[in-house]
């Protein structure tokens, strides 16, 4: 019965096609076992961009909240810093941060308010921003929150759950714009301790930790363009290499999520090529 409710839902709230709408639909089952059966909690649900963890969410929050656990999402990419903001932290931190992605363009105060209003219950504080990424700008209008008390909260976003972890200050560069533009490591330095203030601050409040994990980097550019087209008139960015350039200050942290996510997510949504999902249990 869920698989068919969650396979409704996709029909007529994604542009996602049959196959797809019932590969995903059919994960939905296990991962709702998977939550407490009772009382509040909140799950993080990571991977690096274009894995469809939006749309995993939405679909999540619209089968718990049809079956009585009222379920509310919160996305990562919505605190993205205003550009103004972004581009003061360039001129102070380093000239990258003025492109959004990377620990430490996001907004991090305003998330944790809006977070512990939704748990608490406060919802007349929340103040719920809204990121426009055909504008690379946050939206003069907020949003509000329609809808009771959540039980469930999900909070969304590419770098969401990962721990800062070994290993991760030594990786060498991994594409051209870091040898270029960071040959000294500063950029990714300040990103290493951004991580380890996200780990402290944010995923401790994490009750699970759950990733969507792609195949491979190219399968991560190659979702992302197809997210783009997707966009129309309204995305930015037109071609293909515009698209892996905007991802470089993703990759890095990104292959690393990848390359470790078996060993701190507690449940590993695996991506095949064709996008089909299926679960393996974390450690």
């Known amino acids: 019965r869920i698989i068919s409710e969650a396979n409704a839902w996709l029909k007529q709230s994604t542009t996602l096609h049959a196959p797809g709408r019932t590969a995903l639909a059919e994960v939905v089952p296990s991962l709702m076992a998977e939550l407490p059966r009772a009382g509040r909690a909140l799950i993080g649900l990571g991977g690096p961009p274009g894995t469809g963890k939006s749309t995993l969410a939405r679909l999540l929050c ?5 079956h009585d656990r009222p379920a509310a999402l919160l996305s990562l990419d919505d605190y993205y810093l205003p550009r103004a903001d ?6 102070n931190e380093h000239p990258l941060f ?49 809808g009771p008390i959540p039980e469930i909260i999900f ?11 070994h290993g991760l200050r030594q990786a060498p560069a991994v594409n051209a714009l870091e040898q270029e533009r960071d040959a000294d490591g500063r950029w990714w330095m300040q990103v ?23 195949p491979g980097w190219d399968a991560v550019v190659k979702w992302r363009w197809q997210q783009e087209q997707e966009l129309g008139e309204r995305g930015r960015l037109k071609t293909w290499q515009e698209v892996r350039s905007f991802l470089a200050t993703f990759e890095r942290l990104g292959r690393h999520i990848m390359a470790t996510g078996d060993r701190w997510a507690d449940q590993v949504i695996r991506l095949g090529r064709n996008h089909r999902p299926r679960i393996d249990r974390g450690p």
């Open 62 to 66: 619209a089968m718990l909240t049809h």
């Open 86 to 91: 972004r581009t003061a932290l360039a001129g």
């Open 98 to 146: 003025a492109t959004r992605g990377a620990p430490g363009t996001h907004d991090l105060e305003l998330l944790l308010h809006d977070l512990n209003c939704l748990q608490r219950g406060t919802l007349g504080d929340l103040r719920l921003p809204r990121f426009d990424k055909a504008t690379d700008d946050r939206s003069p209008v907020p949003g509000t929150w329609q």
């Open 155 to 165: 909070l969304e976003g590419w770098c969401i759950g990962c721990p800062p972890g």
């Open 192 to 214: 290493c301790a951004n991580m380890a203030r996200y780990e402290q601050r944010l995923h401790s409040l994490l009750d699970q930790r759950w990733l969507m994990l792609p």
